[in-house]
């Protein structure tokens, strides 16, 4: 049983994936938050493939803004070594702000154009 909340941001999921695709030249860095971890992945969806991905899964303890930050960062690298330098950002239905805001901006800041 999913709550009004949870609902709501599905809808809004749906809404940007209608516009928001990955291709070969530009794939999609797609986010998701739980109440303790953050993920983050490049994904073509023209052939389905995961190109990098990065996670604060055994990440040292720190606040949720910074394990998003260094998420953020660690994804871009993982992109670049797998030779991506722009990408389209897919937010998931998640507002912008927060633990989201951190990880695009360290994402930029990594060398990620988006």
């Known amino acids: ?4 909340k949870v609902e709501r941001r ?3 999921k749906f809404r940007i ?3 928001v695709n990955g291709t070969a030249e530009r ?3 797609s986010v998701f938050r739980s109440n303790k971890q953050i993920y983050a992945q490049v994904v073509n969806d023209l052939t389905g493939k995961t190109l990098a991905s990065a996670s604060s899964l055994g ?3 720190m606040p949720k803004k910074e394990q998003a930050q260094k998420v953020g960062e660690l994804v871009a690298k993982n992109a670049q070594a797998a ?3 722009s990408v389209v950002f897919d937010r998931n239905g998640y507002l912008y702000h927060g633990r989201i805001k951190e990880l695009a901006d360290a994402a ?4 990620l154009n988006f």
Do not use: V
């Open 1 to 4: 049983m999913t709550t009004k």
């Open 10 to 12: 599905i809808k809004i």
């Open 17 to 19: 994936r209608k516009n």
């Open 27 to 29: 794939p999609r860095l």
């Open 59 to 61: 990440m040292e303890a």
């Open 83 to 85: 030779g991506i330098t």
């Open 108 to 111: 930029r800041n990594g060398g």
